[in-house]
């Protein structure tokens, strides 16, 4: 199972996979952009690759109150819409939603940190390429941890992404009371470890999948904290400033910007517009770009590492960019992305 939740290996994206040709032919015919690779000086050519298969944007919507109660959070409405528009997507946006409504309860009883980090601090950390976040410096709650760790593999299991085998060690490790030494080891291990396509193990994935979702409640309370007070900008590396996690997305922003997301705690930071954040690639030439019709996602594979990193155009879109909704509306985006030998 890849990192990030509905994509690598999948069901969803097995299945796209398995019928690709067909489903590519018919999404040709509705006008799907050919894929473009950039020149030295920046300039596209298009036509260098078969187009792709995508899935549209979800238009902007409020969210309704059910049964008179309290309004779905925004994600949980654009996600219902995707269903409605993608049948093929139906199980993994009903787990998309598990899995938010699960991240949201806990982190609404996490207490918000408090980081006293001068500017010199930052600095220094910016120097040294060391991540800001301590795993000592998590609010974790271990009660509320372990109900993470345990429900996580309880979903992950009932939409088929966790195997037999695999989710009976999550539910083991959820009773361990070593898991916070394993907690922190794998935090340790994972931050600043970039990996190169095929060089990961299923076992550490697995686990590194479960970990990530069952920690973003705790971490996702310290980006909330750091993002609007701490001045990242001097930060250029592909690796998240505050947990040291790879981008599993990014937003380019009206300003043509683009900002990475970090799969594990949420933070985003400002990064070369065309570079690999996974292997510092800043190559254009070894950059493959491809976008829907709309232009409302684009993909950027590297030619030199074989991964590939999906990204929302914010510069003329209905709605800001929602990692845990746009992530299953693109899909698609990742078959086509393995089908032409990418790596996610």
Not at 27 to 46: H, I
Not at 226 to 236: A, H, Y
Request: include cysteine.
């Amino acid at each position: 199972m890849r990192r990030g939740v509905g994509a690598g290996a999948s069901p969803w994206v097995v299945a796209f996979r398995a019928r690709a040709d067909g489903f590519f032919d018919d999404l040709r015919v509705a006008g799907m952009e050919k894929p473009r690779q950039f020149t030295r000086d920046g300039q596209a050519n298009s036509g260098m690759r078969a187009a792709i298969v995508y899935n549209r944007a979800v238009p902007e919507r409020h969210a309704r109150p059910r049964g008179g109660g309290r309004a779905e959070p925004r994600e949980i409405t654009e996600l219902r819409l995707i269903k409605e528009r993608q049948p093929d997507l139906q199980s993994a946006v009903d787990m998309q939603i598990e899995l938010i409504q699960l991240q949201r309860r806990v982190q609404a009883r996490v207490a918000m940190p408090w980081f006293d980090w001068s500017a010199a601090t930052v600095e220094a950390h910016d120097a040294s390429g060391t991540p800001l976040l301590r795993f000592e410096d998590i609010p974790i709650e271990w009660t509320e941890l372990r109900l993470m760790v345990r429900q996580t593999g309880e979903i992950l299991r009932r939409h088929d992404s966790l195997e037999s085998a695999d989710f009976a060690h999550v539910q083991t490790l959820a009773r361990e009371a070593d898991i916070k030494t394993v907690l922190e080891q794998w935090y340790q291990r994972t931050a600043h470890a970039p990996t190169t396509a095929g060089a990961r193990d299923a076992g550490d994935a697995m686990l590194g999948e479960v970990l990530t979702l069952a920690l973003r409640p705790f971490l996702a309370r310290c980006a909330d904290v750091v993002q609007p007070r701490v001045d990242l900008s001097p930060w250029t590396r592909g690796y998240c400033p505050l947990c040291g996690d790879e981008p599993d997305f990014a937003v380019i922003t009206p300003a043509a910007e683009r900002w990475l997301i970090c799969r594990r705690c949420t933070l985003r930071w400002r990064f070369d517009s065309l570079g690999c954040p996974y292997c510092d690639n800043r190559d254009r030439t070894r950059i493959t770009s491809f976008a829907t019709p709309d232009g409302q996602y684009r993909v950027y594979g590297c030619d030199a590492c074989q991964r590939y990193l999906k990204a929302y155009d914010g510069r003329n879109a209905p709605r800001p960019v929602m990692p845990t909704v746009d992530g299953v509306a693109t899909l698609p985006l990742d078959a086509a992305a393995q089908q032409r030998g990418y790596t996610a």
